[in-house]
């Protein structure tokens, strides 16, 4: 079953503008992660974030934790075409192995 | 490293036949996953072993599906008999369970299955 829920489903944007994407979960976790999917392609990882960190930066991504709230955003900033994508947040509980993973965003980037 | 490798990438089979796909996770890592993908259903994981051993197969959906991991650089999903409804998109990744990269997974292209 899947524990995240994102938020947007779907999101169009311009070419140069930024996107932002949000996930929600429900347990307590060690960490969380995003990937990406381009079509017909298996998940790439992108950055994780663990339970201690408020704000993580990798490149044009940048990643907030909020644990009071559960919640996670992923910013990608200046995007591409390139980025056009779904975008899938996943968690691991304390201890565990095995991630949850949300329903993700699908990111267009028009030119 | 070559990565995650899974084969076949495109399988067409006929309802009732038997299907087999096959993993070959990155070497070094001892955790593997094996996930289904649907429009309906989004990522789903079937199974995950540790160190070649099933640690939570709760995901699988009925007895026809079965997974081994015979050694450390192979696994299979057997599909017996395959309906209709099994079509999906099928990845493998793995991942190490120590060290920084705990819990960052890797997956393959994916087999996609169309069970006519």
């Known amino acids: 079953s899947q524990q995240g829920e994102e938020d947007p489903q779907a999101l169009s944007i311009q070419e140069g503008e930024n996107a932002t994407m949000n996930c929600s979960y429900k347990?307590?976790?060690?960490?969380l992660q995003w990937y990406r999917q381009n079509s017909g392609r298996g998940l790439v990882h992108l950055i994780l974030?663990?339970?201690?960190?408020r704000e993580k930066h990798s490149g044009r991504l940048r990643v907030t934790l909020d644990t009071s709230k559960k919640s996670s955003s992923l910013l990608i900033t200046a995007s591409r075409a390139a980025d056009t994508a779904s975008y899938f947040c996943?968690?691991?509980?304390?201890?565990?192995?095995?991630?949850?993973f949300g329903q993700g965003t699908r990111l267009t980037i028009n030119p | 490293d070559a990565g995650v490798i899974q084969s076949p990438r495109h399988e067409v089979t006929e309802m009732g036949q038997e299907v087999t796909l096959r993993c070959k996770p990155i070497?070094?890592?001892?955790?593997l996953f094996w996930y289904r993908q649907t429009m309906m259903r989004g990522l789903e994981l079937l199974i995950y072993?540790?160190?070649?051993?099933?640690?939570?197969d709760s995901g699988m959906p009925e007895d026809r599906f079965s997974a081994k991991m015979p050694n450390a650089s192979f696994s299979t999903l057997k599909i017996q008999p395959s309906e209709p409804r099994d079509s999906a998109v099928y990845f493998c990744?793995?991942?190490?369970?120590?060290?920084?990269?705990?819990?960052?997974?890797?997956f393959g292209a994916g087999t996609r299955l169309s069970v006519l």
């Open positions: 974030i663990r339970s201690n960190e």
């Open positions: 070497s070094g890592h001892n955790s």
């Open positions: 996943a968690t691991a509980e304390e201890g565990a192995q095995k991630l949850v």
């Open positions: 990744a793995s991942s190490t369970s120590s060290g920084y990269a705990k819990n960052i997974q890797y």
């Open positions: 347990t307590s976790i060690n960490n």
């Open positions: 072993f540790n160190n070649n051993v099933p640690i939570d």
